[in-house]
C-alpha cells in the first residue's frame, strides 16, 4: 500500500456538514467514551437484574428491566451519532473497557441488592459526567444533533440515578 493511501484511510472522510474534521473528530471521541460508558452501564444493569436477590427482588428486577431495555435502545442512536460524524464507532468488549469510566461488576457473585443499587446510581452519575463533557464540545462546535442527544440521555440518566438514590435513603 502506497503512503497516499494510507494517509487517506487513516484520515478522516470529506463531510461538509459545518463542523470542521478536527471537532468532528473530538466529538466522536467523546461520544466513543460515552457508547462505552453506556455499554457498560447497560451490562451492569442487565447483569443485576438477573442476579438480584432479597427482599427488592420484583421491584428491582422490574426496574432493572425498564432501564436495561431503554439503555440498550439508546446504544444504537449514539453508535449512529459516531457515523454520522465519519468515524467508525467502537464496537468490541476490549474497546469499551479501555474508553469506559466504569468499572464492570467483577467475579461470578452478585452483590447484594444495596450494593447493586449504589453501583447503578455511580454508573448512571459517570454517563452524566461523560454526557456533560461531549454537550459542553458540541456546543462549541454547534452541533446540535450532538448536543440534543446528549441533553436526552442526560435527562434519562439522571432520573435513574434519582430512582435508585432514591431507594437507598
Excluded at 81 to 96: N, T
Excluded at 137 to 146: E, K, R, V
Excluded at 159 to 165: D, E, H, N, S, T
Amino acid at each position: 500500500m502506497s503512503k497516499d493511501k494510507k494517509t487517506k484511510t487513516s484520515a478522516l472522510p470529506h463531510i461538509n456538514i459545518g463542523i470542521s474534521d478536527a471537532q468532528r473528530k473530538k466529538i466522536a471521541e467523546g461520544l466513543s467514551a460515552f457508547l462505552a460508558d453506556s455499554y457498560t452501564l447497560y451490562l451492569k444493569t442487565h447483569n443485576f437484574h438477573w442476579n438480584v436477590t432479597g427482599s427488592m427482588f420484583n421491584s428491582l428486577h422490574v426496574m432493572f428491566m425498564d432501564q436495561y431495555n431503554e439503555e440498550w435502545t439508546a446504544l444504537d442512536s449514539i453508535a449512529e451519532r459516531i457515523r454520522a460524524l465519519g468515524v467508525k464507532a467502537p464496537g468490541s468488549y476490549g474497546e469499551f473497557v479501555k474508553l469506559s469510566s466504569i468499572k464492570e461488576q467483577a467475579g461470578a457473585s452478585a452483590p447484594e441488592w444495596k450494593a447493586m443499587v449504589q453501583q447503578l446510581v455511580e454508573g448512571n452519575e459517570a454517563v452524566c459526567r461523560t454526557a456533560r463533557k461531549v454537550l459542553e464540545q458540541a456546543n462549541t462546535a454547534g452541533d446540535d444533533p450532538s448536543a440534543d442527544l446528549m441533553t436526552q440521555r442526560l435527562q434519562t440518566h439522571e432520573k435513574y440515578a434519582w430512582m435508585l438514590r432514591s431507594l437507598l435513603e
